[in-house]
C-alpha cells in the first residue's frame, strides 16, 4: 500500500534554532515529492518539488532534499513567519492520479 | 488570476439536506481533484478529473459525486448529507505533466458543518 508518513507531528522551535522535517515514503512508482505549506484556514500552498533522488531545492529559510526513500525539509534559522503546517505529499506513477498526502508537521517558532 | 476559488466558504447543514461546492479555476487546467481534511486524518482524495467530461473515483468517495460540465468548474455534490461528512473541503487543479510541472494548487477550502 502506497504510504507517506511525517515527523514529527509537532515542532517548536526558537527564534533562529535551525532544524528539519521528515518525510518517509513507501510507494509503488515515485513520479514526484511535493512540499507545500498551510496556514490555519487556508489551503495548501505549493513550496517545492522533487523528482529523483539527490535532487535538492531551496527557497528562502527552506531546503527540500530527496533520498530513495525519505524526503527532509530543512529550516535554517526560522523566523515566527515560518510557523505553519508543512505537508509532504507523493505522485505515483500513474496518469492523472491524485496526491498522496501525509498528516503534516505543525512547526511552531517563537521569538 | 484569481487561481483556485470555490464557494461557499462556509455552510450548516442538517442531516440528509443536499449541497453542492463549487470549484473554478482560471489557469486553464486539465486535471482537477477534490479533496476533504479531517484532523488527524491528513488530506484524502474523494474524486478527481482528467479532463472536461470526464471524473473517477478517489479514496474516499461514498456519499458524493461530482461533474465536470465545463473545463473550468469542479462541482462536488452531496445528495443527503451525514454528520461524518463535517470537514473541511479543498479543490485542487494541475496543467498538463508535460514540462515537468506536477504541482497542485489548491483554493482556499469550504468548511462544511453537518448537523
Known amino acids: 500500500e502506497d504510504q507517506v508518513t511525517q515527523s514529527p507531528e509537532a515542532l517548536r522551535l526558537q527564534e533562529g534554532e535551525s532544524s528539519s522535517l521528515n518525510c518517509s515514503y513507501t510507494?509503488?512508482?515515485?513520479?514526484?515529492l511535493f512540499w507545500y505549506r498551510q496556514d490555519p484556514g487556508k489551503g495548501p500552498e505549493f513550496l517545492f518539488t522533487l523528482y529523483s533522488a539527490g535532487e535538492e531545492k531551496e527557497k528562502e529559510r527552506l531546503k527540500a532534499t530527496l533520498t530513495k526513500k525519505e524526503s527532509f525539509l530543512h529550516i535554517t534559522a526560522p523566523k515566527p513567519e515560518d510557523s505553519a503546517t508543512y505537508l509532504c505529499?507523493?505522485?505515483?506513477?500513474?496518469?492523472?492520479?491524485?496526491?498522496?498526502f501525509g498528516k503534516g508537521t505543525t512547526l511552531s517558532v517563537s521569538s | 488570476n484569481a487561481g483556485v476559488t470555490q464557494t461557499p466558504k462556509f455552510r450548516v447543514l442538517k442531516t440528509g439536506q443536499s449541497m453542492t461546492l463549487l470549484c473554478a479555476q482560471d489557469?486553464?487546467?486539465?486535471?482537477m481533484y477534490w479533496y476533504r481534511q479531517d484532523p488527524g486524518m491528513g488530506l484524502r482524495l474523494i474524486h478527481y478529473?482528467?479532463?472536461?467530461?470526464?471524473?473517477a473515483k478517489g479514496e474516499v468517495p461514498d456519499g458524493y459525486n461530482v461533474s465536470r460540465l465545463k473545463k473550468q468548474n469542479f462541482l462536488l455534490g452531496l445528495e443527503s448529507a451525514a454528520p461524518s461528512q463535517t470537514s473541511v473541503y479543498f479543490c485542487a487543479s494541475r496543467g498538463p505533466s508535460e514540462g515537468g510541472h506536477n504541482e497542485q494548487f489548491f483554493g482556499p477550502g469550504t468548511r462544511l458543518t453537518v448537523l
Open positions: 505529499a507523493v505522485q505515483i506513477n500513474q496518469a492523472g492520479t491524485a496526491l498522496i
Open positions: 489557469m486553464n487546467h486539465e486535471y
Open positions: 510507494v509503488s512508482g515515485l513520479r514526484g
Open positions: 478529473s482528467v479532463g472536461e467530461g470526464t471524473t
